[in-house]
């Protein structure tokens, strides 16, 4: 039997459901504040899918795809490779030991916090108690409160359910099984184009189909059509106002009905389809019905801003409690949820919560667009510096980038930042950090960013913004 008990009976019990980026930080730091902690999940050892079927697999990946990108093109450079040889059966053991090596460095720091751990299934029976099945029993485990962590899993319309090993969704495609002749994702959002772009660089012929007017829909068009440039040399096509109204496993694939913004349906067969259509919170068939809590429309667990749903004693972070689905939001959440059960004023209000997309060039960004602002009714400027103007990114053969600040008229505040270029997911933390403090453009243009780096194009776009930026003429404000 599960029990949270100790021998004084006084401990507040905290039960956390899902190990993801959510929820074992939420134990560790319970754990830190004194509580009695049993952290339950169906693997072995905590990580969630983030760390073994989602981000740190597929950035594994993405890692070699660039390192395979950089080794053709250094011949524009005098440095000729031949052809990549890759031995697949490798690279899948190099991938899982990175998995294995995180998780297992996860699972020493769970018995460091003296976190319990229960593998299995939580169902929730009522406000105050979890039923784990776990091996074919069902363990009670009593708890004062509750954290639902349990994420998201890939969404697969039901027109594309196919019951065959040819058609992949972003788990599958992870398992890297072989390198296919062609493959076609559905799916033009980040998670098409970064595993796409993991394939095209492995030897695969690539075809996007997206049923928007645009891939990477509701991120800035300019900032998507550097990495569309891109693309272009890198996917056999890529096809918007696209769907595909069905699959159908033939001889040698899958045959996919592709119908185009006019209505017209062709056929064509591709050895492996890879399903990338969004993610769907895990809050079905958790037992939530038993309590107060609510699920909303898209099947996000409604919660309040300490994260507390409508029954006192659960909370809900991460995937499974609404957009963004990002990990760094459920791990900034766990810190939130911990703290208002510990009693302690708390509220998830983030000014700026970063996003990047990994693909080749990245693209990131935080706080609010332009666009952001004026529905705000804020009144806002853009200012931007163009990577052809950087120092680093010409001698690194990578001008293909752009840094951008968004300012508050009057104060001059800074509201947001974008960047498309390499290693844009690490320049985007000074956004973040100028957005939170409510830093002024005059703060980062008077801040010395060290030459010839990367990082110097922010400095160099609040430079902009005062017309004296010293490597990109621009009108004087």
């Not at 009593?142 to 027109?159: E, K, N």
């Not at 189909?209 to 569309?228: K, N, T, Y």
């Not at 302690?344 to 667009?369: K, M, Q």
């Not at 008077?446 to 160099?460: D, F, G, K, R, V």
């Amino acid at each position: 039997m599960v029990s949270s008990d100790n021998s004084g009976g006084d401990n507040f019990r905290l039960a956390v459901l899902g190990a993801g980026p959510g929820g074992y930080p939420a134990a560790f730091h319970a754990a830190e504040r004194g509580l009695d902690v049993t952290l339950v999940d169906a693997r072995a050892q905590p990580g969630g899918v983030c760390l073994y079927e989602g981000c740190i697999p597929s950035k594994a990946f993405l890692h070699v795809a660039k390192l395979i990108r950089e080794a053709r093109h250094a011949s524009d450079w005098g440095v000729t490779f031949g052809d990549p040889t890759i031995d697949v059966d490798a690279l899948r053991d190099w991938k899982d030991g990175v998995v294995r090596k995180m998780t297992n460095g996860l699972g020493l720091l769970r018995r460091q916090h003296s976190v319990q751990y229960q593998q299995g299934y939580g169902r929730i029976r009522d406000a105050g108690q979890l039923n784990i099945e776990s091996n074919g029993e069902v363990l009670p485990l009593d708890f004062d409160a509750l954290i639902v962590a349990t994420g998201s899993t890939p969404a697969v319309p039901r027109s594309l359910q196919v019951e065959s090993d040819r058609v992949m969704d972003s788990t599958d495609a992870l398992e890297l099984r072989d390198i296919p002749q062609s493959l076609l994702v559905i799916g033009g959002g980040y998670i098409g184009l970064e595993l796409g772009t993991v394939y095209a660089e492995l030897g695969t012929e690539v075809t996007v189909v997206e049923a928007l007017p645009e891939i990477l829909s509701g991120v800035e068009r300019d900032l998507v059509r550097i990495l569309e440039r891109s693309l272009r040399t890198r996917l056999s096509a890529t096809h918007v106002n696209t769907s595909v109204a069905s699959l159908e496993e033939v001889e040698g694939g899958i045959a996919a009905v592709i119908v185009d913004k006019d209505g017209v349906e062709r056929t064509e067969v591709y050895e492996r389809v890879l399903i990338a259509t969004g993610r769907r919170p895990n809050s079905a068939g958790l037992g939530l019905e038993r309590t107060s809590a609510h699920i909303d429309e898209r099947g996000f667990i409604v919660t309040d801003q300490q994260r507390r749903t409508a029954e006192p004693s659960i909370f809900a972070i991460g995937d499974v409690a609404g957009d963004p689905m990002l990990a760094h939001k459920a791990t900034a959440e766990a810190s939130v949820a911990v703290e208002a059960i510990l009693g302690e004023p708390s509220a998830f209000r983030p000014l700026a919560v970063p996003a990047v997309i990994f693909t080749d060039p990245e693209i990131a960004w935080c706080g609010l667009t332009q666009s952001d602002a004026s529905a705000l009714d804020i009144e806002a400027t853009t200012v931007s510096f163009p990577w052809a103007a950087l120092g680093r990114a010409t001698a690194s053969g990578r001008n293909d980038g752009l840094t951008r600040l968004v300012i508050e008229e009057g104060s001059e505040r800074v509201l947001g930042m974008q960047v498309v270029g390499p290693g844009a997911g690490e320049l985007i933390g000074e956004g973040v950090l100028a957005v939170e403090l409510g830093a002024r453009v005059a703060d980062l243009a008077e801040s010395i960013h060290a030459h010839p780096t990367l990082n110097e194009s922010i400095m160099e776009s609040a430079q902009v913004f005062y017309g004296r930026s010293p490597h990109y003429l621009t009108r004087r404000r």
